[in-house]
């Protein structure tokens, strides 16, 4: 698909969740209310795309969700943070597709099937299941799906997600104001959407997982206004019943009519935010929140992993895709040569550096994610050898070299520049660590200034094309550092393009090991998401591309 990604990531939130917590607001709120009716399932007619199973179920109650910052938005349009996100993704919002099971592909949602595609790959038509309600409790169509993505591409509205769309056949024309509607978009009747593309791309399907394309009630978005971002009206499992931003909590209700049978098992969600990572630790052991919405980070990981019996009780493995590196910025000349590239990324102990992240990362010397759907990889990632990076630097005539390294308030970043430095500094480069607020930080960096600095990206769309379209290619949105290989582009294209999921890894492993051997930045780590929540909560599933799935959870004894 045409166009940058502008790829949301799963802890961006974090940069102002470590900085600008309200403190302790709700450290004296009362424990969690207990279910006010509990009784066995008996008639979910077949589990909703996703993982779990209600098997041994029980009815009622209500789930606490500690966060540290409140959302930007609950508009799928425009919120993109992790709090947002969760809310527009799982439970708010029903998307025409849904990733199933913990590491399946696209299943049908909102969708009553999967798409019927043209031979040639540009004309998607998707049938539209008929029982789909809005919230107000009017029937979704298909205008709503037509309407909907053209408010996402209307520049006005200012969507971080217009981009994704570009790929639609009149979109990038719709968005720039030089045509009155997306001619790639009709609404063959009532329940049937035809999607035109200007060219095939293997993302699609995934796009189509993805909050900001579910449908919205423009009537709605009319009726309220400034406040459709806190209180929308959507399609997903609850409803949003009341928003209170000076007690900082929300509540979202079951909704009765969802159009997945028998769910969602729980009577009410709540989030509350405003609370530091320290108190949400205590306030999860001490029983007042059920779930931390952000899981754990590296300060609270040590706590809750160094004993196995609190680590049994609390904390659920996730399995994600997602990576962890330092961008290197190639307006500074030394950076410009591969050799000086390749020498930092042999000059980085990966091993210690994870140590301290408590099991939120896994040593990774490789710009993709360890774990991709039916990827075959042939690019060898790069260990630990530090006498072959000083015979680089040799090479390139580099005697010692000092590097200028923003640091945001972003977790595991503080700590981990700290070890870096040191690291680094073995080999005769000299890194300046500057702190900085988290904000300041994502401004400059998005400025190109910064020679080194952290990074880290969740796959949202489930294919290492994303990683590369948002920040590997010429064009990507998060291509802050200079990087151009015309091979990678190609490739990526060309990925782009293919027709099958192990037609487009094929070209993907090729451009793994172009950017290995190119280093366009220090490959770290391959990313691992800690859940927690309290023991009594069954069936905690959660997807690093969406958040928890409350539409399964119940509560036990």
């Known amino acids: 698909m045409a166009g940058p990604l502008h790829t949301p990531t799963r802890r961006q939130v974090l940069a102002t969740g470590a900085a600008g917590g309200a403190g302790v607001l709700l450290s004296g709120c009362t424990g969690t209310q207990r279910p006010v009716r509990l009784g066995p399932v008996s ?15 029980r009815r009622g109650g209500r789930v606490v969700t500690a966060w540290a910052t409140e959302a930007q938005s609950y508009d799928p349009a425009i919120g993109w943070d992790l709090h947002s996100w969760e809310a527009i993704s799982t439970v708010l919002h029903s998307p025409l597709y849904s990733y199933e099971g913990q590491n399946g592909g696209p299943a049908p949602l909102a969708a009553a099937a999967l798409p019927k595609v043209s031979r040639d790959g540009r004309t998607h038509t998707i049938p539209l299941r008929r029982n789909v309600r809005f919230h107000n409790g009017r029937p979704v169509t298909a205008q709503d799906y037509v309407d909907s993505w053209t408010r996402v591409l209307d520049p006005d509205v200012a969507s971080w997600a217009a981009s994704y769309l570009f790929g639609i056949k009149g979109a990038q024309a719709f968005y720039e104001k030089k045509a009155k509607k ?18 095939p791309d293997i993302l699609m399907l995934a796009l189509l997982c993805q909050p900001y394309t579910a449908a919205l009630p423009a009537e709605e978005i009319r009726r309220l206004g400034s406040s459709f971002g806190r209180t929308p009206v959507g399609t997903g499992p609850f409803r949003i019943t009341r928003y209170d931003g000076k007690g900082q909590r929300a509540t979202f209700q079951r909704f009765d009519q969802y159009f997945w049978p028998g769910t969602p098992l729980i009577d009410t969600v709540e989030y509350r935010w405003g609370i530091d990572y320290a108190m949400q630790s205590l306030q999860l052991s001490g029983g007042s929140v059920d779930v931390l919405g952000e899981g754990l980070v590296s300060s609270q990981a040590a706590r809750f992993t160094a004993d196995t019996g609190t680590r049994e009780k ?20 030394e950076l410009r040569d591969r050799r000086v590239r390749q020498a930092l990324n042999w000059a980085v102990d990966r091993e210690q550096l994870m140590r301290v992240t408590f099991g939120l990362s896994d040593p990774w010397g ?7 759907d039916r990827y075959r990889r042939t690019a060898k990632p790069y260990t630990y050898d530090p006498d072959r990076a000083r015979a680089l630097l040799r090479e390139a005539g580099v005697e010692r070299l000092r590097l200028d ?65 948002s920040n590997y290619a010429s064009d990507g949105a998060y291509n802050y550092t200079g990087y151009k290989n ?19 890894n094929s070209l993907l492993a090729q451009v793994e090991e172009e950017l290995v051997r190119d280093a366009p930045a220090v490959f770290l780590a391959n990313m691992n998401f800690l859940g927690a929540r309290r023991p009594e909560i069954h069936n905690y599933q959660m997807r690093g591309e969406t958040g928890t799935y409350y539409d399964r959870l119940w509560i036990g004894r």
């Open 43 to 57: 008639h979910v007619t077949r589990w909703a795309p996703g993982p779990g199973d209600p098997a041994g179920a």
């Open 182 to 199: 997306v001619s790639g978009l009709t609404a063959l009747d009532s329940h049937t959407l035809r999607i035109q593309l200007t060219e």
């Open 314 to 333: 609390f904390v659920q493995p996730v399995p994600i895709r997602g990576n962890q590196w330092l961008a290197l910025n190639l307006k500074r000349p």
């Open 366 to 372: 490789s710009p993709f994610p360890k774990n991709l």
């Open 405 to 469: 390294f923003p640091l945001g308030t972003q977790e595991p970043w503080p700590l981990l520049s700290q070890v870096l430095q040191q690291q680094l500094a073995e080999v005769g480069v000299d890194i300046d660590l500057r702190p900085m607020g988290q904000p300041a930080f994502d401004q400059i960096t998005a400025k190109g200034e910064g020679d080194m600095y952290g990074n880290r990206l969740y796959l949202s769309l489930n294919s290492a094309a994303e990683m590369v379209s």
């Open 486 to 504: 015309d091979r990678v582009d190609d490739l990526t294209a060309r990925a782009r393009r293919s027709r099958s999921v192990e037609a487009a």
